[in-house]
């Protein structure tokens, strides 16, 4: 190791964390599926890393094949004649347009996605995920599921439809035995048929998926084959079109299925037909149907070829209700009173009731599937070149093929033959396949067999999606799915699919599943799109798509398309699938995992933010937008553990959620010795906080001192102008005591930078007995003893507290203190009207501070502070001429050394004075210090107390003695808190006024504004 690196002896102590180039690029070299770049991957991956075969399809069997196979399907088969006889040529190539103008976007959008960097195997989740986060992930991710999910039971109702329709009807379990029960018989049928062939399809992917995929190819050549035939068919019919007759009654279709000649009569005989039977009750024309005596029969060509010029025919739309009869213009009919029919009447008609939205709905899953060739980019050679050519070039086929088939059909086929859904009148055929060259059981059996496979397919990959999310953790509850068989097959995932799928079996119509799928397709469309956008307009660094042909518009225009989209085809079903998707988002945001994966919508909070901060103006808030912007001041222990937890427990209280709080806490040292410390007590202050439900930022500084590294946090907290303008600290209960000397020091220091920095301070006493979060104050109440006008500040704190439902329940009561010339009634009156312009409610009573001379008490009392505060001084200062004296012997010792070296060196000069300490000089220095001290002591007790001190000393006596008999039973109470003396000679005298102030009561808020208004009257 050391002979590699002996070149690189200048970055050796770097190797151990970063690694040499020619190691990572041999690791990115040797890259397989799984994910680089990315830290918490590559750790959580590292153990499970095992040898995977080289990738090594293209873009053409990876990409293009399976999206042609995905996108072309069932609705070409089953609904694409329908689609253009109700809505006519030009709105069918509206709808198709639409659709896959959105498809071609999103694919732009995915290709530039998929191009920035390497996608790892997961496809469209992986994308959205990384790019707008876990939760946008999550909830996109759950919705692409259940789309895909939907249209595995989609696919399901096809295969069984076409099987019970146009292959074998009679192996129908419910019969159509009822008046107008087909339908409802046929639901019945798809429900048994459908539930069964999901638990085959669900054993077949559980016990062997490679078979699904050796057989897609099978699939594919079906399909391929189907579509070959179509067009063959359609050029056949330019010049021999093939004889399907269609029997019409006046201008109404007939289902030509009970009969098999079309007439009244059989030839040349007065016979009745078979049609006769169905329409009269006998052998006369009294006892048939008025519609049928009155109107003739005629017999059309359903399929009258692309040079009849039916084309013009069928440009229009025709939207009908349902029930309603399928009708052929241009027909001449006799129109009578419907009379009530004795039996069914073999007419053609509409089963469900047409329009343009509903037609959208039912064709977009025709477009999906765009997402099959990203799906594989764990086995693409080249994903980055192979998935935006590949379903781009997949795309501009399907599309020729849906627009062309749209023409060709409206230019072949009979209008009421296109708008006949189930083939009725060709005898229950398929219209598509009675098209067909050589044979119509090329596309029964290839659309049969397609269907089957798209179905496979969607059971195939449905659970993997599903595993990949609840392996990535984000989402809680569906971490079970993540597990499965020993080769890493999703069996729980697999069952609940095949659940889900049951679902749309139950519902067994295809036209009603149809929309369900198209919503959360077009979601994850537009989340793809606004993932792209996002990207676009951050201009992150990251963001260095190989595909260049992208552009945020084209983002922004493909997500509008599909929001609209999804409000065309059903505004019911698009509002559910956004509550299920926001419901998801807000389930990861509450209680999923925290995941960091550079994603867009982070940098887009970051822009915001860095917008937001930019705006808001560098200075004080208007007074209406004022709120205590507040610092908290933490004290840690050793441990650095939290001294104060309860001070947050009321930070929370006090904000409720809003506005900016900041928790500051000082380690004192050097950063460089105490950086493990730090982090560990920011994590400690970090826990608790989310514990408190303290919502804010966290600051920790590390400062030679305690005094100077608060200085900073009140100084330099916050950014720009979103800075603090309250500081919250907790009074310093160990103040008195011998061995914490600058503790007093420090708390009367913070008390001036706050007023210099003109910031309101909030001092809690007994922080102890404050409230925790979960406690519920049952009454009680908040008393204000409002003294000196502090901004407002005292009115705005009660009122903010009394939001939280901690101190919900208290009431306000407002003291004021009258002097002996103030009229205390007026007093009243005024302070009511004030509260009451303030919009606040409270109780009001003035207190009479009446005159009286100062008590022995105070007097004695000011003595004993007086007494005790020289006394600390003198220790003090006995302690420091120890410490001068130990020094001063030091320093004596190292110059007779230097004195005796310099010596042997060279001649002394006579400049030079040579000076000696000897024994019995330092015990007459002792005995002088020791005497000046015993002195001093001596003073101390001859003291006389300052005046100045005595009426301060009056006032905390007196004012502590009216507020502990009105508010000793108090919730709280808060007073104003006097400022520091301007003279630094009297700080711990300060801090006995204070103790004197306070002393009796439980929790006490010390109050000192900020030298503006902060509440207002004014609205």
């Not at 027909?331 to 007419?347: D, I, K, L, M, Q």
């Not at 104060?644 to 006090?654: G, I, K, N, V, W």
Request: glycine content about 8%.
């Amino acid at each position: 190791m050391f002979s590699e690196g002996k070149n690189m002896a200048l970055f050796e102590e770097e190797m151990d964390r970063n690694p040499m180039v020619s190691s990572l690029l041999n690791k990115l070299a040797n890259y397989t599926n799984l994910s680089q770049g990315v830290v918490e991957h590559e750790e959580a991956e590292d153990s499970r890393r095992k040898e995977v075969k080289t990738p090594h399809m293209g873009t053409f069997i990876g990409v293009y094949l399976p999206c042609l196979q995905n996108i072309l399907g069932v609705i070409l088969f089953l609904r694409l004649t329908w689609i253009v006889g109700v809505a006519g040529v030009l709105e069918s190539l509206l709808i198709v347009s639409l659709c896959c103008a959105c498809t071609m976007l999103t694919t732009i959008s995915m290709s530039a996605i998929a191009t920035n960097g390497v996608v790892p195997a997961g496809g469209s989740y992986y994308m959205i995920s990384r790019s707008l986060g876990p939760e946008f992930g999550g909830a996109v991710g759950l919705c692409f599921y259940l789309g895909t999910t939907f249209a595995g039971a989609m696919y399901i109702l096809g295969t069984i439809e076409i099987f019970l329709t146009y292959i074998s009807p009679s192996a129908a379990v419910f019969p159509a035995d009822k008046t107008g029960g087909e339908a409802t018989a046929m639901l019945h049928n798809m429900r048994v048929y459908g539930t069964c062939t999901l638990a085959l399809m669900a054993a077949v992917v559980f016990v062997g998926v490679k078979y699904v995929n050796k057989l897609a190819l099978v699939f594919l050549a079906c399909v391929v084959l189907s579509i070959l035939a179509i067009y063959a068919g359609v050029i056949k019919t330019a010049f021999d079109p093939p004889h399907i007759p269609v029997c019409l009654l006046g201008n109404r279709t007939l289902s030509w299925r009970n009969f098999d000649a079309c007439a009244k009569l059989i030839a040349n005989s007065s016979v009745p037909t078979a049609l006769w039977g169905l329409f009269c009750n006998g052998s006369s024309a009294d006892a048939c149907d008025g519609y049928f005596t009155r109107n003739n029969l005629s017999v059309i060509q359903g399929i009258p070829g692309v040079a009849s010029g039916v084309l013009l025919d069928n440009l229009w739309s025709t939207y009908l209700d349902k029930g309603s009869f399928v009708e052929k213009e241009g027909v001449a009919s006799v129109h009578v009173p419907e009379e009530t029919a004795a039996g069914p009447r073999p007419y053609v008609l509409t089963d469900i009731l047409t329009h343009f939205t509903l037609l959208v709905g039912i064709y977009f899953p025709s477009v999906t599937g765009i997402m099959a060739g990203s799906n594989r980019s764990g086995d693409l050679r080249d994903a980055q070149k192979s998935i935006p050519t590949g379903t781009i070039m997949a795309i501009v086929t399907t599309s020729f093929i849906y627009l062309s088939c749209i023409v060709l059909f409206g230019a072949c086929i009979e209008g009421v033959v296109l708008r006949d859904k189930f083939g009725e009148a060709l005898q229950g055929k398929l219209v598509i396949g009675m098209l067909a060259w050589p044979s119509p059981w090329v596309i029964v059996i290839g659309s049969f067999f397609s269907t089957c496979g798209a179905g496979l397919q969607s059971l195939t990959g449905a659970p993997r999606l599903l595993q990949a999310i609840a392996r990535d953790g984000i989402v809680p509850f569906l971490q079970v799915f993540g597990h499965g068989k020993a080769n890493g097959e999703p069996t729980w995932a697999l069952l609940l699919t095949a659940l889900i799928c049951e679902i749309g079996i139950l519902i067994a119509s295809l036209d009603s599943v149809a929309p369900i799928l198209s919503m959360f397709f077009l979601m994850c469309y537009m989340f793809v799109n606004l993932a792209c956008a996002v990207q676009t307009l951050l201009r992150t660094p990251n963001w260095r798509p190989r595909f260049k042909y992208y552009h945020w518009t084209l983002s922004f225009l493909g997500m509008s398309l599909c929001l609209a989209l999804m409000f065309i085809c059903s505004w019911y079903y698009a509002l559910c699938a956004m509550l299920i998707a926001g419901c998801i988002y807000k389930y990861i945001e509450y209680r999923g995992a925290e995941k960091e994966w550079g994603d867009g919508i982070r940098g887009l909070s970051l822009n915001a933010a860095r917008y937001a901060l930019l705006r808001v103006e560098h200075g004080p808030p208007h007074t209406k937008n004022w709120r205590p912007q507040v610092l908290v001041m933490l004290t840690l222990d050793e441990e650095q553990a939290v001294k104060h937890p309860r001070l947050l427990s009321f930070t929370a209280q006090l904000k409720a959620g809003k506005g900016l709080t900041i928790v500051g806490a000082v380690l004192e040292g050097t950063y460089l010795d105490k950086h493990t410390e730090a982090q560990r007590a920011e994590e400690n202050i970090r826990s608790l906080m989310g514990v408190e439900k303290a919502k804010g930022f966290c600051q920790l500084v590390v400062s030679a001192s305690l005094r100077d590294g608060t200085s900073h946090l009140i100084q330099s907290a916050g950014l720009g102008g979103m800075k603090h303008n309250t500081v919250l600290m907790a009074w310093p209960d160990a103040w008195r005591q011998a061995d914490n000397p600058f503790s007093w020091k420090n708390f009367v220091d913070t008390v001036r930078d706050t007023t210099a920095a003109q910031q309101a301070l909030l001092v809690a006493k007994n922080v102890g007995l404050f409230p925790q979060n979960h406690e519920r104050l049952g009454g009680g109440h908040i008393d204000v003893w409002w003294v000196v006008h502090d901004g407002g500040m005292l009115m705005l704190l009660p009122f903010l507290l009394r939001q939280h439902k901690v101190w919900r329940k208290c009431r306000m009561r407002i003291f004021t203190v009258a002097q002996v010339d103030d009229n205390s009634i007026q007093m009243k009156k005024d302070l009511q009207v004030f509260l009451y312009h303030l919009r606040i409610s409270a109780e009001v009573e003035v207190v009479e501070m009446v005159e009286s001379d100062i008590s022995a008490f105070t007097y004695e009392k000011t003595l004993m502070m007086e007494q005790r505060s020289q006394m600390l001084k003198q220790m003090q200062l006995s302690k420091n001429e120890r410490q001068r004296e130990a020094q001063l012997i030091h320093d004596r010792n190292t110059a007779s050394h230097s004195a005796v070296a310099a010596k042997t060196q060279a001649p002394p000069t006579p400049d030079r004075v040579q000076m000696t300490w000897t024994k019995e000089k330092l015990v007459a220095e002792k005995h002088k210090v020791k005497d000046a001290n015993m002195a001093g002591f001596k003073d101390i007790f001859s003291l006389k107390p300052n005046q100045s001190n005595v009426r301060r000393m009056h006032t905390a006596v007196k004012l502590n003695g009216v507020v502990l008999s009105r508010s000793q039973d108090a919730q709280l109470v808060l007073l104003n808190m006097p400022g520091p003396p301007k003279n630094r000679q009297g700080d711990e005298n300060y801090m006995e006024f204070l103790e004197v102030l306070t002393e009796g009561l439980n929790r006490v808020l010390l109050v000192r504004g900020g030298g503006r208004e902060v509440i207002t009257i004014y609205s």
